[in-house]
C-alpha cells in the first residue's frame, strides 16, 4: 500500500484528500472519503457559522476518522466559520481563494494543521513561512476558480521553492493522474470531480448525469474580468455570461448578479442548463459512480500498477 510523510502527519492510510467543493462537500460526502481512509474535506464555503457547526456534528457522528474543513477566503461568513474550526477541534483546515495569513497564528495556536490551496511558488512560500504544515498547488484544469498555470507546471515549481509536503491538485481522476504527481514530486493529491458522482455524494442526479456524459474539451473558464475565473461546464449559463463578459455596456456588478446563487442552482437543483455546473478538466475521464471506498480502493491499486512500471510503452 501507497504511504507518504502525508498518511503519518494527518493519520489517514491513503494519501488523498476530497476537494472542500462548494455545495457538494457536506458531512456525507466527507465522512465517506474519510472512513474510506483518505481525508474528507466539508466545505464551508455556503455556510455561515451556525450551519457549519451543524455540518460537522453530522460529520462527526458519521466518522470516528479526522476529516478536514475548508475554508473559502472571499466567503462573506469567512470571519465566523475560521472560529467554528478552532472550537470544534477541526485537525486540518485547507482554505482556497486568497491568502489566510490573518487566521494562521489563531489556527496555529488552537493546534489545526493549515494546508492552503495555492496556483503560484510567491503564496506557496508565504504559506510556509507563516505556519502551514503542507500546501495544496491546485492547477489550472481544476474546477471552480483557478488560476493561470497548470498542474504540471506548477507541482514541480511549488516542490523546489518549498520544504513542506505538497499536495497536487487540477486534472487527477485516475491512478495516471496520481503516479504522475508523485513523479512530479509531490506527497499526496486532491481529488474533486472525481468525488462529484460517488454514490454518498448527495448532489442532484441531474448534475452527476452531466459529469459523467462530459467529454474532454465540455470546460471553460467564465469570470476572467472580475479576476476570478471560474471553470465549470459549458452550458446555457456560460454561454450568456461569455457574451455579457466581452460585452463592455454590461457593468462589472451585473456581471457579478449573473453569477449569484448558480452553483446552488445545478448543485441542489439540478437545473444544469442556466446553473453553473462546476467541474474539472478531466471530467471526460470519469465515467462510472462508485462508492468512495471503491473509488479510492481503485485509484490506489492503479497507482501502485504504474508504479511498479506497468506502463505499457515504457521498453
Ligand atoms: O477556491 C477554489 N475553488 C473554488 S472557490 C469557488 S466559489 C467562487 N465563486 C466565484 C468566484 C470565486 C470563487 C469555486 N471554486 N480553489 C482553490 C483555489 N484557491 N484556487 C485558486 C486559489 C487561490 C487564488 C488566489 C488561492 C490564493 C490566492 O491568493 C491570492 C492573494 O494573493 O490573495
Known sequence: MIKTTLCEMLGIEYPIFQGGMAWVANASL?????NAGGLGIIAAMNSNALQLTEEIKKCKA???KPFGVNIMLMSPFADEVAKVVVDEKIP?????AGNPSKYMQSWLEAG?????VIPSTALAKMAERNGACAVIAEGG???GHVGEITTMALVPQVCDAVTIPVIAAGGIADGRGIAAAFMLGAAGV??????????ECTIHQNYKDRVLS???IDTVTTGKRLGHPVRSLKNQFTRDYTIKEYDSTVSNEELEALGLGK?????IDGDIKTGCVIAGQIAGLVKKAQSCKEIIEELFTETETILAGANKWVK
Request: proline share 3%; aromatic share 2%.
Open 30 to 34: 466527507a465522512s465517506a472519503v474519510s
Open 62 to 64: 458519521l466518522t470516528k
Open 92 to 96: 486540518v483546515v485547507t482554505t482556497g
Open 112 to 116: 489545526i494543521k493549515v494546508i492552503p
Open 141 to 143: 484544469e481544476s474546477g
Open 190 to 199: 486532491q481529488l474533486g470531480t472525481r468525488f462529484l458522482v460517488a454514490t
Open 214 to 216: 462530459a467529454k474532454d
Open 263 to 267: 452553483l446552488r442552482a445545478a448543485a
